[in-house]
């Protein structure tokens, strides 16, 4: 489940972790956190700090008390590369924190630094979890999530639609929702993501293979149009084709009882990808996916493409 970190707590505690790898879950962490101590004080001091910049000595400087009594937020990115000498400072901070201080420590997760976020938890930080999104239902829901905080609403297909044309980083996905939010009216379809990206020759090239993968051949070939008509190269279209066909001869291929991320590590594909190939794969069989390779994934630039489709459709059915 996504941590929720479009609201911060209220006031802004005097501890907070940000804790996981994924960066825009991170981001938008810190700019919740500075604009509710800018909300408590408008001029309060803001040290948005990387260990490259923290040198022994400046912690103490920049949380020591104040003159002129304005609140204080200090953020420590990539905690879990602060130089040892720092690192002391830091746990000693975690230990008594300056009641007009808020300290925010990100931390990217892993066994790196992993006893200063355990003495953070133990300082009874609040902990704002930013762990990766890999899974696609869950890339969905944030989909989704991104549109209704936009003012708009969309289907569980017109979100994935979106994950298949702008794949499956967090960042990339929230830019493209919000993109088509503010440049769309109407309601939000799966044919508007596919229109609105159909200038991109690579988006258009892997729909193309997609319709036809999944038996679509009809829809493939007005789509191979459009796609030409919209600037995707023939080589381009064939790139799509001879990649999409090798990971579903190998996903056809593959044991059953392979779990996901061991079928992406064995195939190089990205984990979000695997539930949309398994899916396409379940009506071909290894020798009908090896068919199609051969007839498909190895043809070259100048054979007419159109008769590429109709064949690896046909050898589908086989």
């Not at 044309?165 to 929230?174: I, T, Y």
């Amino acid at each position: 489940m996504l941590a929720d970190v479009t609201t911060a707590p209220a006031p802004l505690p005097a501890l907070t972790l940000v804790f996981g790898p994924e960066e825009l879950l991170a981001d938008r962490a810190i700019s919740t956190a500075k604009r509710a101590v800018r909300a408590v004080d408008p001029d309060a001091d803001v040290h948005d700090l990387e260990p490259g910049t923290l040198e022994s000595g400046m912690l103490d400087e920049l949380t020591s008390p104040s003159l002129f009594a304005e609140r204080r937020l200090v953020i420590l990115r990539a905690a879990q590369d602060l130089s040892q000498p720092v690192l002391g400072e830091v746990e000693a901070l975690l230990r008594d924190v300056p009641d007009d201080v808020c300290l925010v420590l990100v931390h990217a997760g892993g066994a790196k630094g992993k006893a200063l976020a355990e003495s953070a938890k133990k300082a009874r930080a609040v902990v704002i979890d930013c762990a990766e999104v890999k899974k696609p239902g869950d890339k969905i829901a944030f989909i989704t999530a991104e549109f209704r905080s936009a003012g708009r609403r969309v289907s569980g297909d017109t979100a994935r639609a979106l994950l298949d044309a702008v794949g499956g980083s967090l960042r990339e996905l929230a830019a493209a929702a919000s993109q088509l939010a503010t440049d769309t009216t109407g309601a939000i379809e799966p044919d508007t993501v596919r229109r609105y990206y159909a200038g991109r020759a690579d988006v258009s090239s892997f729909q193309v293979a997609d319709l036809v993968l999944e038996g679509r051949t009809a829809e493939a070939l007005q789509e191979l149009r459009w796609a030409l008509a919209c600037g995707a190269s023939g080589p381009a279209v064939v790139g799509a084709l001879a990649s999409k066909i090798r990971e579903l001869a190998r996903v056809a291929a593959a044991p059953r009882g392979m779990s996901p991320a061991d079928l992406a590590r064995e195939i190089g594909a990205p984990p979000w990808k695997i539930d949309m190939l398994r899916r396409q794969a379940r009506a071909w069989s290894p020798d009908a996916a090896a068919d199609a390779a051969v007839k498909g994934g190895a043809v070259s630039a100048e054979y007419a493409l159109e008769r590429a489709l109709v064949d690896i459709g046909a050898a589908r059915g086989n």
